[in-house]
């Protein structure tokens, strides 16, 4: 069986749990590396993939003997067979915040099952500490990123849109990666006030800023990058707004470190925001791995503390309704030490 | 207020819902238009949409006084506010194939819910059925997929790999539409025996099988084809299975109404494989709108039936292990006279 099952089994046993279902696509590609629909039972003897007649050849031709998974096809499981996976279990595990409602009114019945309990957080506790082979796919997603950013710098022109700017960089990531880890983000002028912006017809013009958030995958594993740069001289206002949050992002970067506690990092950030008149609107960075969102979220609610092997990333921004927006952002692992900044583009001020 | 709201409310009234929850992203834009993260609540006497300060002033420029949508930011919203939303509502109704557990358990505190009632049947009920606007929207996508699939013919040559052509759909769909409506598929001689098969390095040869699973969307709304073709003759069993395929396809049109059985059509088809020694191994198609997979689903299990300006996928197909598969499928609209079909590129045995 491999680690990161016995890992999970090991858990299990810590919280009382006989078994568990795994439900969400992620969690069972991080435990099986197997990518199709269906679920994972973890029974007290077996690990059994359930799922359809579109994916047995595939799943079959991926697994091997030494993965200790047995796959189903669910049009060859019977009402019975259902109800006696979990005989004798008293508690089983499963994952409350991917889990809807009615999936967990339907297997509760399915699978005739006498405590459905919480149990994600043995997931999430897990995924959040990433191994050496993990934080290898981290690092040369973050690696491709700097090389798209450095080709970006060229290709940046005044008469380019929002779109084509963002096509460079999907087709940059497609060719060289597997593809953009999320919708990628080029706000210019006024747009870039828009945390979320989409990418539109608008046309770069001389004096615009521009945002632009990017991230890529390598076996799945995600880089997130943002950084603002300028058309031409910023005026004193941007330039300004841009040494601040540059200078917060930073001193962030330089508080980060195994042990550190996570709200007040975040609350440092807020109060020299605040100072300012400033409001930081959205978290201050998030866990990166096989999801581009995923734990620790960088908040001021969560109290707890950075640990050594997480993956997370750091982007405080300031956005003037109407008007304009700066957001810089790395990802970043935490280690004993420090923080090691794996996206390493420049981030002084740029002018194109 | 827009007619869909009125909508949900009159049907609201009938299962004596007094308030709703509606956090399915999907939903949200098919009430409002609105397209970032929050939650809409339907409440006795408005429709409150909240979000965060990443999307206050997109949302902001897109509501009208005639949406009768307010917008809250939740950062400016109480703990004791939450709890009065839904003041004196003995039924608040929720989407429970959407919601987590966890959200579940969530809203019922926060905002002190009495009763929380599985209700999405509302709203799939209401999406199944399609106005003018959304049909117009559908039958769109549909036309440039057909136009799509014009440039493959002659785009698709020997020496090609699979995601070379599969990059080809993309940027076709990019360039006419608003990008693909799902991950193309391009799965080619053996490969084809995989019904949701990933684009591989794999080169086209003379004598392959391709199948060419493709849609894309227009105003967020779905398109939805397959094509299987040929470069150069076929064998004898490739021809015979297409054919046998391309007949159950077409039976299927002919059945198709308003008024017509899902389950006694998908029955007629399976029975037909039966006879054959094959086997039905997916649904025979889905309903196709914002979503490119919803209700409803056409298969053995459902015994409803077809009602007029739904949009349904007709996708019979044959796979066999390690070998080939055929699969044929087209995006048809439910009239009162029969089955128009929007998709319209020929299914005739193509060869290349």
Redesign the interface.
Known sequence: MNDRLQAIRNKMGGLNLQGMIIANPVNIRYLTKIE??GILLITRKENIFIT????M??VSSIITPFDDIVVDDQKNIGKDEYENFFLFCENVG?E???????K??EYIRKFKINNFV?A?EILINLRMIKDDEEIADIKRACEITDECFNMLKEFIHPGLTEKQIA?KIQDFY?EHAEGEAFDTIVASGENS?????VPTDRTIKPKDIITIDMGCKINGYCSDMTRTIFIGEPTEEQKNIYHFVLENQKKVIDEIRDGANIKSITKSVESDFNTRGE?L??ALGHGVGLAIHEDPIIHLKNDSSLKENMVITNEPGI?I??NFGVRIEDTILVTKKGAMTLTESNKECIII
Do not use: Q, W
Request: hydrophobic share 15%; charged share 35%; no cysteine.
């Open positions: 199709a629909e359809d007649g579109r994916y050849e595939y499963f409350e915040r991917y889990l809807t409602y009615s967990y009114k919480e994600e096509r497609r006030s828009k945390p979320h912006a409001t609107i959205h956005y309704p109407g």
